[in-house]
């Protein structure tokens, strides 16, 4: 079975950083695109920041300057390392990666997510 599971969120006041951390386990062959998208209530699901196996990046514009995401592929792991946060940030956070499994009989192609974790800040 191939999952995501993501650590790090957590209450913090303005102006502080927070780092989380997303790791894939399971029958992987390899893992493309890599994401930690944002879903605040009431709203959608947004993406924050994007890299790909290549180290490419996006950022979403409200984060550029303040959050960096990176990968250690060696690992399968993505990190978001969060400062100067600010209040409009708080939302639950979700890891995502496009993630090509090996059973040992066949390749499949999976979208997979993360259980999400909370993510507040205080003014």
């Known amino acids: 079975q191939v999952q995501l599971v993501e650590s790090g969120g957590g209450l913090v006041q303005a102006g502080e950083s927070l780092r989380l951390s997303c790791a894939a386990s399971g029958s992987i062959f390899s893992i493309n695109a890599m994401d930690w998208y944002r879903q605040a209530p009431g709203k959608q699901r947004d993406l924050v920041a994007a890299?790909?196996?290549?180290?490419?990046?996006n950022y979403a514009h409200s984060v550029k300057g303040r959050f960096t995401i990176s990968r250690d592929n060696a690992k399968n792991t993505v990190d978001l390392q969060m400062n100067s946060l600010k209040p409009e940030d708080t939302a639950v956070y979700y890891c995502?990666?496009?993630?090509?499994?090996?059973?040992?009989?066949?390749?499949?192609?999976?979208?997979?997510w993360g259980q999400g974790t909370q993510v507040t800040v205080s003014s």
């Open positions: 890299i790909t196996s290549a180290g490419n990046t």
């Open positions: 995502h990666a496009a993630v090509l499994s090996d059973s040992g009989k066949a390749y499949r192609y999976m979208e997979l």
